[in-house]
């Protein structure tokens, strides 16, 4: 029987919950599914690679992406490694930005490049801003910053810059009624959405469930100019959407990497995932 390693953390060592109806779903296609944490000894009798919860990945993202290129060197690995690799850093939503796609607005700065946010902030209207750092995920090191604030967003920028890049965007308001929604795409087909809620208000936690909701028209429509903006087309996509304060919808961020993708509120998905896996393999 063919066996998929789906790759997790050590905190996940027996997989995250939302991934078992993917398992299941494998299963009636006729393929093994097992765990197997990223860091740890390499599974014997492997066929091929799925990334799921590798959520600290970003931790020590060289060794991770070192990882993803000695796993995939000899099997098939999804998504494809040089999407994982542009996708690790935050800097692909300014190659979507030159491909036409509407991004949040960002600013960068980095070692070689600081930026004087009171100046650039006032010129720009921006009120309450994010910073975190262009490598990251689940929040890590992301702040939120108000406009009698700005001493304390500069000193995390700088320090954020020191190590890397940083990334400072509006705030955007829309979140915590609206929502950050998320955009399921499986090779390419839309699945599945959901409404999730603000993590700088009320913290990561990856067991919170998220309502279903539909995609208007001006969403999907975004959703299907970021995918067409990709050099390759990836097996999972998550496309993170919020509104701004005009109410266009915005890119918040493309997760290709380890999304949770949200299988409980919709097993059709893991079935869509499962059925696309064994298509790639028998093709």
């Known amino acids: 029987m063919t066996t998929i390693a789906l790759a997790t953390c050590s905190k996940y060592p027996a997989l995250y919950a939302d991934d078992q109806p993917l398992v299941h779903a494998l299963a009636r296609e006729g393929l093994r599914a097992i765990p197997a944490v990223w860091d740890a000894a390499p599974p014997r009798d492997v066929d091929a690679w799925i990334v799921r919860s590798v959520w600290d990945y970003h931790l020590r993202a060289d060794e991770f992406l070192a990882w993803v290129d000695r796993a995939s060197a000899t099997l098939p690995f999804w998504n494809d490694p040089a999407l994982i690799r542009w996708n690790a850093h935050k800097t692909y939503l ?110 990561f936690e990856a067991e919170r469930p998220a309502p279903l909701v539909e995609p208007s028209a001006a969403e999907m429509a975004l959703c299907l100019a970021v995918l067409r903006a990709l050099e390759v087309a990836p097996l999972y996509a998550r496309v993170d959407i919020a509104p701004d304060d005009d109410g266009t919808p915005r890119l918040m961020e493309l997760e290709l990497i380890e999304p949770r993708l949200y299988f409980r509120e919709c097993p059709k998905a893991a079935e869509r995932l499962a059925a696309a896996i064994a298509k790639r393999l028998r093709g």
């Open 94 to 203: 300014r190659d979507l930005v030159g491909r036409g796609v509407a991004v949040v607005p960002t600013l960068w700065a980095d070692a070689t490049h600081q930026l004087y946010l009171a100046a650039e902030l006032r010129a720009r209207g921006w009120h309450d801003v994010v910073v975190k750092p262009a490598v990251s995920a689940s929040a890590h090191r992301t702040a939120r910053f108000g406009a009698d604030d700005r001493a304390a967003a500069q000193l995390h920028c700088d320090a954020l810059a020191r190590d890397g890049v940083a990334m400072v965007q509006p705030y955007l308001s829309s979140v915590e009624g609206y929502g950050e929604r998320s955009f399921f795409f499986i090779d390419g087909a839309y699945t599945h959405a959901v409404q999730r809620q603000a993590v700088l208000t009320h913290g």
